[in-house]
């Protein structure tokens, strides 16, 4: 089985930071794509930032010069570092693995999400 587990939401002011990690763990041999998205109450979930395994990142225009993701491959995490948050970016931020093969041996991929951690910024 693979998990994600996410921390670093949480409270924040206008104008302050925060940094969200995301390990996953289980059986992983490789890990294609890894990425945060987030979903606002009432709105769909949308792409925040998403880096390839060379490290190729994309990130939504929202968040572009403020948000930067970045990851290790060798630990199977990956970051975001959220600079300069202000209240549109309250929602609840989820993190995903795509392109996941649990064995060398194997060509199966699947793709895998973390349960989600919170961010509120608000004065």
């Known amino acids: 089985q693979v998990q994600l587990v996410e921390s670093g939401g949480g409270l924040v002011q206008p104008g302050g930071s925060l940094r969200l990690s995301c390990a996953a763990s289980?059986?992983?041999?490789?890990?294609?794509?890894m990425g945060w998205y987030r979903q606002a109450p009432g709105k769909q979930r949308e792409l925040v930032a998403a880096i390839s395994s060379g490290g190729s990142t994309n990130y939504a225009d929202s968040v572009k010069g403020r948000f930067s993701i970045s990851r290790d491959n060798a630990k199977n995490t990956v970051y975001l570092q959220m600079n300069s948050l202000n209240p549109e970016d309250t929602a609840v931020y989820y993190c995903?693995?795509?392109?996941?093969?649990?064995?060398?041996?194997?060509?199966?991929?699947?793709?895998?999400w973390g349960q989600g951690t919170q961010v509120t910024v608000a004065s």
């Open positions: 995903n693995a795509e392109g996941v093969r649990r064995y060398p041996y194997s060509q199966l991929q699947a793709d895998y």
């Open positions: 289980g059986s992983i041999f490789s890990i294609n794509g």
